[in-house]
């Protein structure tokens, strides 16, 4: 597969490609590349195979903009260190509720055969934990880069998990209260 240009994956309403991205993620997250069909994520998404190819231009750089994690992590990473923990959790929130799914998660799918998915799993590592090593201060950066994707992770997972569940019910700012403070004692290193 040839690198193809990778634009954003932040939903735009009343066009059908937020259905079209999350019909994509667990298409491309669930089976191999080879057994993932234009004609298959365009019935999951409830849109026709051509505006796929119209948005999109292929499958392979639909593949490669369901692989982006970049503009997730922009938006996770926009705050400075002693505000993080709160603003990883409150922006895990949002972005749920803009995707209608996680923003993450896929990437727990993606442990199958080495194929395609690999790259699912190098670019979360490269865009996200990597990323995130590189702003942590102190000792130990880049095992508390991977514990903390590991708990939004498992936030992501949780609230899936637990649909509708007491997530459903506390206020964004309540789980963060809640959540954060564990990911704040890891962004510090304490």
């Given at each position: 597969?040839?690198?193809?240009?990778?634009?954003?994956?932040?939903?735009?309403?009343?066009?059908?490609?937020?259905?079209?991205?999350?019909?994509?993620?667990?298409?491309?997250?669930?089976?191999?590349?080879?057994?993932?069909?234009?004609?298959?994520?365009?019935?999951?998404?409830?849109?026709?195979?051509?505006?796929?190819?119209?948005?999109?231009?292929?499958?392979?750089?639909?593949?490669?903009?369901?692989?982006?994690?970049?503009p997730v992590a922009?938006?996770?990473f926009a705050a400075?260190?002693?505000?993080?923990?709160?603003?990883?959790?409150?922006?895990?929130?949002?972005?749920?509720?803009?995707?209608?799914?996680?923003?993450?998660?896929?990437?727990?799918?993606?442990?199958?055969?080495?194929?395609?998915?690999?790259?699912?799993?190098?670019?979360?590592?490269?865009?996200?934990?990597?990323?995130?090593?590189?702003?942590?201060?102190?000792p130990d950066a880049?095992?508390?880069?991977?514990?903390?994707?590991?708990?939004?992770?498992?936030?992501?997972?949780?609230?899936?998990?637990?649909?509708?569940?007491?997530?459903?019910?506390?206020?964004?700012?309540?789980?963060?209260?809640?959540?954060?403070?564990?990911?704040?004692?890891?962004?510090?290193?304490?």
């Amino acid at each position: 597969m040839t690198t193809a240009p990778v634009e954003s994956t932040a939903p735009e309403q009343g066009t059908g490609r937020d259905a079209i991205l999350r019909a994509a993620r667990r298409a491309f997250a669930l089976r191999a590349y080879a057994e993932v069909t234009l004609r298959g994520i365009a019935a999951d998404a409830g849109v026709s195979p051509s505006l796929i190819v119209k948005r999109f231009g292929s499958k392979e750089q639909l593949f490669h903009t369901v692989a982006d994690f970049q503009p997730v992590a922009d938006e996770l990473f926009a705050a400075p260190p002693a505000e993080l923990g709160r603003h990883l959790v409150l922006t895990m929130l949002r972005l749920r509720d803009e995707f209608r799914g996680d923003p993450l998660l896929r990437v727990v799918f993606s442990l199958g055969r080495d194929d395609e998915r690999t790259l699912l799993r190098d670019r979360f590592r490269e865009q996200v934990t990597a990323r995130l090593s590189g702003l942590l201060p102190g000792p130990d950066a880049e095992l508390r880069a991977e514990l903390i994707a590991g708990q939004l992770l498992g936030l992501g997972a949780t609230l899936s998990l637990h649909r509708p569940g007491a997530g459903h019910l506390a206020s964004a700012e309540r789980v963060a209260d809640l959540y954060a403070p564990g990911l704040q004692r890891l962004i510090e290193g304490d």
